[in-house]
C-alpha cells in the first residue's frame, strides 16, 4: 500500500524555538496533505490542508502564523511549529490520500515535547 | 458542521468474544464512514469503512453496519485475538475523497485479554 513518511518522530526543543516536521508520500504523488493533531487519549483534530502550490487552508483556531505549511512539492509538505510554547507540545500526525482508490494514509506522527 | 461520538471509550472483552463499538453522527450529508486501528505509538490504519449506499460491510472477523436513518455506525469485531488491541477510531465525511478532512470520534481503546 502507499506510504506515508514522517520525519522527525519525535523532538524535543526549548520554548522560543522553531520546529519543523516533514511529511513525504513515498510511492504517491499527493496535491493534498493534512494535518492533524494529537492529545493523549484523544482523537484526531485537523489543524490544516496542504494544498500543493498554494495556500494552505486553515480549520477554526488554528494560527496560522503560529503553524506555517509549505507543500512546495507533489511529495512533501511541512509543518513548521513557531516560537513553540510547552503548551504546543503534542502528537502531530500528517495524512495523504493516495493509490487508486483513494485510500487514506497516516505519517508515523511525531512527538513534539517543548520544555 | 458534523459531531462524531464514540461509545464505549474503553473496552475490555476476553479473547474469542465479540466487540462492538458505537458511533453517532450529526450530519446528514455525510456518506463515507471509516474505521482506523491505531496501536500504541504506531499511525492510524484503515481498516474497514462503508459507504451510505451500503448497510453493512464486512471482512473476515471485522463488521461494519450503518444506519443512515438514525445517523449511527458500528464496528463489529468477532473472536478476538490479543493484536486486536489497539484505539479504534470512526469517522465520517462527506466522500472517500475527503477522508483526509473526516471528523473523528474520541476512539476506543479495545484491550483483548488472553
Known amino acids: 500500500g502507499a506510504v506515508v513518511s514522517q520525519h522527525p518522530s519525535w523532538v524535543i526543543c526549548k520554548s522560543g524555538t522553531s520546529v519543523k516536521i516533514e511529511c513525504r508520500s513515498l510511492d504517491f504523488q499527493a496535491t493534498t496533505m493534512f494535518w492533524y493533531r494529537q492529545f493523549p487519549k484523544q482523537s484526531l483534530m485537523l489543524m490544516a490542508t496542504s494544498n500543493e502550490g498554494s495556500k494552505a487552508t486553515y480549520e477554526q483556531g488554528v494560527e496560522k502564523d503560529k503553524f506555517l505549511i509549505n507543500h512546495a512539492s507533489l511529495t512533501l509538505s511541512t509543518l513548521t511549529v513557531t516560537s513553540a510554547h510547552p503548551e504546543d507540545s503534542s502528537f502531530y500526525i500528517c495524512?495523504?490520500?493516495?493509490?487508486?482508490?483513494?485510500?487514506?494514509?497516516f505519517g508515523e506522527g511525531s512527538r513534539l515535547t517543548v520544555l | 458542521g458534523e459531531n462524531v461520538e464514540q461509545h464505549p471509550s474503553t473496552l475490555s472483552v476476553q479473547e474469542g468474544d465479540s466487540a462492538v463499538i458505537k458511533c453517532t453522527y450529526s450530519d446528514s450529508a455525510s456518506n463515507y464512514f471509516p474505521w482506523y486501528k491505531q496501536e500504541l505509538g504506531k499511525r492510524p490504519q484503515l481498516i474497514i469503512d462503508?459507504?451510505?449506499?451500503?448497510g453493512e460491510k464486512k471482512d473476515q472477523r471485522i463488521a461494519v453496519t450503518l444506519n443512515k436513518t438514525a445517523k449511527h455506525f458500528s464496528l463489529h469485531i468477532t473472536e478476538t485475538q490479543p493484536e486486536d488491541s489497539a484505539v479504534y477510531f470512526c469517522?465520517?465525511?462527506?466522500?472517500?475523497?475527503?477522508?483526509?478532512?473526516?471528523?473523528f470520534g474520541d476512539g476506543t481503546t479495545l484491550t483483548v485479554k488472553p
Open positions: 495524512s495523504a490520500g493516495g493509490g487508486n482508490n483513494g485510500e487514506l494514509f
Open positions: 462503508i459507504r451510505s449506499n451500503v
Open positions: 469517522a465520517a465525511t462527506i466522500s472517500k475523497i475527503n477522508a483526509g478532512k473526516s471528523t
